[in-house]
């Protein structure tokens, strides 16, 4: 069974332009997860997905980040426009429906905002 | 805003030496987890814990829940060189959501 799974892996980008990660969760997962981490700091959530709703997104850090998930399958989460201070790794993590206990995590996205 | 709080930092080891990792809170979760994470890589969850005291083993791994549930602790008998990584908690908020809140982490290095 194929984990999940990120792209890009890495991204460097200039301040102000604008980035689209994306996480294909495991299938059949009807949760999916994003997180980040930046320097030096615990990873801190972000938002929840079920299906194509999203449940929490208490950890969205402003309206320059926009999640998705469009047929309730892939995410992607935008940054538009990107600031010095979003630079870290973005995870994406799933967990089965009911089951939201166990969160499998992806490989991570390391995004360089210059 | 719940915290969750690893000690030691970074701890470096000679092979076969026992260990244990320190995840404590001052707030109740009603499940948390172990992760190991490698350089490049996410989170591989080790093992998940739901019940106030709860033991679990994975081979040399021993975790334990405490019995308020703020708490849990990881211990490992007789470290190998492949036991080196990040080891992170993270809880899961008694609020009947899936959001995790992760600890600081603790950076394990196992010297052969």
């Known amino acids: 069974e194929a984990g999940v799974t990120q792209f890009p892996s890495h991204s460097v980008i200039e301040k102000g332009q604008t980035v689209t990660l994306r996480c294909d969760p495991i299938?059949?997962?009807?949760?999916l997860y994003w997180y980040r981490r930046v320097m030096g700091k615990e990873i801190k959530f972000l938002l929840h997905?079920?299906?194509?709703?999203?449940?929490?997104e208490s950890g969205m850090p402003n309206n320059r980040f926009l999640a998705e998930r469009t047929g309730g399958t892939y995410s992607t989460l935008k940054v538009q426009p990107a600031e010095l201070e979003d630079s870290g790794v973005y995870f994406c993590?799933?967990?089965?429906?009911?089951?939201?206990?166990?969160?499998?995590f992806g490989p991570g996205t390391r995004l360089t905002v210059t | 805003t719940q915290l969750l709080e690893q000690s030691p930092q970074f701890l470096s080891i000679q092979e076969g030496e026992n260990l244990t990792v320190y995840c404590n809170s001052s707030?109740?979760?009603?499940?948390l987890q172990w992760y190991r994470q490698e350089p490049g890589e996410g989170p591989v969850l080790l093992v998940t814990?739901?019940?106030?005291?709860e033991v679990k083993k994975l081979k040399r791994l021993t975790f334990q829940f405490g019995d308020a549930r703020k708490d849990s602790s990881l211990h490992i008998t007789a470290a190998q060189p492949g036991d080196t990584g990040l080891y992170l908690c993270?809880?899961?908020?008694?609020?009947?959501?899936?959001?995790?809140?992760f600890g600081t982490g603790t950076r394990l290095k196992v010297l052969a």
């Open positions: 993590a799933s967990s089965q429906e009911l089951a939201g206990v166990e969160q499998y």
């Open positions: 299938s059949g997962h009807d949760n």
């Open positions: 997905f079920v299906k194509e709703s999203k449940q929490d």
């Open positions: 707030s109740v979760f009603s499940s």
């Open positions: 814990v739901v019940t106030g005291g």
């Open positions: 993270a809880g899961n908020e008694a609020s009947g959501t899936y959001k995790y809140i």
